[in-house]
């Protein structure tokens, strides 16, 4: 079981404030989008959640317990960031192993977890490739391949595709939908691209100015915005 449960988080930078005041309950197995425009605090948010970055004030939960005071590593979440270093004198199978070594785990265990994670994604045939033999699609897969093996109870994507060109956006689209059909885990994803929001969204949170302006399936956004913000937001996409 792993839910997050978010309540009251607020976060300054100096005199900016940020984040003020996001209460939200994503369930187990959901998959959350957070949209809003650039700077509006979305990457601010999953980091809080990671524990990459401390709330000023409130309180986040996963899997019913409390995470707030928490390392990133003991949180049972794994994150893939917009820019995803993979070590370029690794192979795509070192990559992939190289937390699960970090954390002394067994030999055959991480193999198991590599392989599996690998079969998932389709890269079983570039496990010994240097990740400057891949094209962007395979390596972000590879990233993504990192977060797998941790087998995480909660993904955070930051932005996972935003990095791509817009065909391979597409593709890639269809292949997070894919994964989360398969592990049936809960994803917080983030992105400013509306399309994006309306494909993969269980539910699509729209932050604008550092509070939840609106929460809801992608049609009910659609169809009722509560604000004018949002029907800008959700009706016209780029
Ligand atoms: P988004 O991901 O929605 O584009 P961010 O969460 O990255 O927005 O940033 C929200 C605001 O907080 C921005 O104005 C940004 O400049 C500021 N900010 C983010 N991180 C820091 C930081 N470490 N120090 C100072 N300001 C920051
Ligand atoms: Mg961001």
Same mark, same amino acid.
């Given at each position: 079981?792993? !839910?997050?449960?978010?309540?009251?988080?607020?976060?300054? +930078?100096?005199?900016?404030?940020?984040?003020?005041?996001? !209460?939200?309950?994503?369930? !187990?197995?959901?998959?959350? @989008?957070?949209?809003?425009?650039?700077?509006?605090?979305?990457?601010?948010?999953?980091?809080?959640?990671?524990?990459?970055?401390?709330?000023?004030?409130?309180?986040?939960? #996963?899997?019913?317990?409390?995470?707030?005071?928490?390392?990133?590593? %003991?949180?049972?979440?794994?994150?893939?960031?917009?820019?995803?270093?993979?070590?370029? &004198?690794?192979? @795509?199978?070192?990559?992939?192993? +190289?937390?699960?070594?970090?954390?002394?785990?067994?030999?055959?265990?991480?193999?198991?977890?590599?392989?599996?994670?690998a079969e998932t994604l389709n890269i079983t045939e570039y496990l010994d490739r240097k990740p400057k033999a891949l094209s962007g699609g395979q390596r972000?897969?590879?990233? #993504?391949?990192?977060?797998?093996?941790?087998?995480?109870?909660?993904?955070? +994507?930051?932005?996972?595709?935003?990095?791509? !060109?817009?065909?391979?956006?597409?593709?890639?689209?269809?292949?997070?939908?894919?994964? &989360?059909?398969?592990?049936?885990?809960?994803? @917080?994803?983030?992105? &400013? %691209?509306?399309?994006?929001?309306?494909?993969?969204?269980?539910r699509i949170v729209v932050l604008n100015g550092g509070v939840v302006e609106q929460v809801g399936a992608p049609m009910e956004l659609y169809e009722n915005p509560r604000t004018l913000f949002v029907a800008q937001f959700i009706g016209s996409p780029k």
């Amino acid at each position: 079981m792993a !839910d997050v449960a978010l309540s009251g988080i607020r976060k300054s +930078f100096g005199a900016t404030e940020v984040l003020k005041g996001v !209460d939200l309950t994503i369930a !187990d197995g959901e998959f959350v @989008v957070f949209v809003g425009p650039s700077g509006c605090g979305k990457s601010t948010l999953l980091r809080v959640v990671a524990g990459l970055e401390e709330a000023d004030a409130g309180e986040v939960s #996963i899997g019913g317990r409390v995470v707030t005071d928490m390392s990133p590593s %003991d949180r049972g979440i794994a994150m893939v960031f917009q820019s995803y270093a993979l070590y370029p &004198h690794m192979s @795509v199978y070192q990559n992939m192993a +190289f937390g699960l070594t970090l954390a002394k785990a067994d030999k055959a265990e991480i193999d198991r977890r590599v392989r599996a994670a690998a079969e998932t994604l389709n890269i079983t045939e570039y496990l010994d490739r240097k990740p400057k033999a891949l094209s962007g699609g395979q390596r972000q897969r590879v990233a #993504i391949g990192r977060a797998i093996v941790r087998e995480p109870e909660v993904f955070l +994507f930051d932005e996972p595709l935003s990095n791509l !060109d817009a065909a391979l956006r597409v593709r890639m689209r269809y292949e997070f939908a894919s994964l &989360h059909g398969r592990l049936k885990t809960t994803m @917080v994803y983030v992105t &400013h %691209d509306q399309v994006e929001a309306m494909t993969l969204a269980d539910r699509i949170v729209v932050l604008n100015g550092g509070v939840v302006e609106q929460v809801g399936a992608p049609m009910e956004l659609y169809e009722n915005p509560r604000t004018l913000f949002v029907a800008q937001f959700i009706g016209s996409p780029k």
